[in-house]
């Protein structure tokens, strides 16, 4: 019974199994009441102070992770702007790891860029100057005084600037589609010795101006590869074109083909004074080139990249004294 402000509980006595009487306990309820009072009020101010607290540590938190956070977040504004000399603070936690991708990524941009700036320029230079030569040589073959030999020779000249500007224009076509993953291709089983010497032969003149013998090494004429051989040959040529284009006049170049391990072995070897140890681990990157070299910087990447389509692999190993890139792909 809790009426009247009094806590009362009865219990009946017995007697063996008679009724003697009955006991009554009784309290004011006003003491529990304050009990219950005092505990509610500590429950509801430790509460209270206890949410104060987590607020308080939340605050300081959010605000010393926003301060950690606002070196990431400008460096990151400076590098979508275009400022790549931007850097990002690394720590050993979460964020650290946050700031070694995001320096990663500057690092990436930046030599993206660079390489976007470079092709433009090598690009630019590549169709000025045959454009510059097609204008000088036709205004040269508008004289009608001139002989016939002159004539042919600045029409040879003005055919040559037309394939230059046609190889630039195939290559940065050929990138594009490789990147999109639009460029079809038709495997088949190839004679690997037969397109070497294919394509060796197409070199013929250019080898003859460079003054370097070439050597074909196809010991096992049975070497068969399935690849597509038009994408094969064009890999040949870019890398004997950049064998002439890179050695001194006069170094020897070789073309091997052979089968390892149920693999097929293409090689072309030069002899020239080998690739910087800088430029080495960029030479398949698209629109790169050493400081002397010429050309827009296409041709082993697009070598590399149809060789990877092919099911196969490009490798370079250089050192003074020899060149090698070795494509290595599926036997038929």
């Not at 008679?18 to 219950?36: I, K, M």
């Not at 956070?69 to 702007?81: H, I, M, N, S, T």
């Not at 002989?147 to 394939?163: C, G, N």
């Amino acid at each position: 019974d809790w009426s009247g402000g009094l806590a009362q509980v009865a219990r009946p006595l017995f007697d063996g199994r008679r009724l003697v009487g009955v006991a009554v306990f009784s309290t004011p309820l006003r003491e529990v009441e304050d009990n219950v009072a005092v505990v509610r009020n500590q429950i509801l101010i430790a509460g209270g102070l206890g949410l104060l607290i987590a607020l308080a540590v939340a605050v300081y938190t959010a605000r010393a992770i926003a301060r950690r956070v606002k070196p990431l977040e400008e460096g990151a504004r400076r590098v979508a702007a275009g400022d790549f000399s931007a850097t990002f603070p690394v720590r050993d936690d979460e964020l650290g790891n946050l700031s070694r991708a995001l320096d990663d990524m500057q690092r990436q941009l930046a030599r993206l860029d660079s390489s976007r700036r470079r092709f433009v320029a090598t690009a630019s230079h590549e169709l000025r100057t045959p454009i510059f030569s097609l204008g000088g040589f036709l205004e040269l073959l508008e004289d009608e005084e001139l002989d016939e030999e002159t004539r042919k020779e600045f029409l040879r000249h003005v055919r040559q600037q037309v394939l230059r500007l046609q190889k630039l224009a195939t290559d940065l076509l050929d990138l594009s589609k490789l990147e999109a993953g639009s460029l079809e291709l038709h495997p088949e089983p190839t004679d690997v010795g037969a397109l070497a010497r294919a394509v060796a032969s197409e070199f013929g003149p250019a080898l003859g101006d460079h003054a370097s013998p070439l050597q074909l090494r196809l010991d096992d004429p049975t070497v068969r590869a399935r690849c597509d051989p038009d994408r094969l040959a064009q890999v040949l040529r870019i890398l004997i074109d950049n064998a002439l284009t890179h050695t001194p006049a006069g170094t020897a170049i070789s073309v091997s083909a052979s089968r390892d391990n149920g693999r097929v072995r293409v090689a072309v070897r030069d002899a020239g004074p080998g690739i910087a140890g800088d430029a080495m681990d960029r030479v398949f990157e698209p629109f790169f080139t050493s400081d002397d070299a010429q050309g827009s910087g296409l041709g082993l990447a697009i070598a590399r990249e149809l060789t990877e389509r092919m099911e196969g692999r490009l490798r370079v190993d250089s050192r003074p004294g020899h060149t090698t890139f070795a494509l290595e792909l599926p036997s038929s």
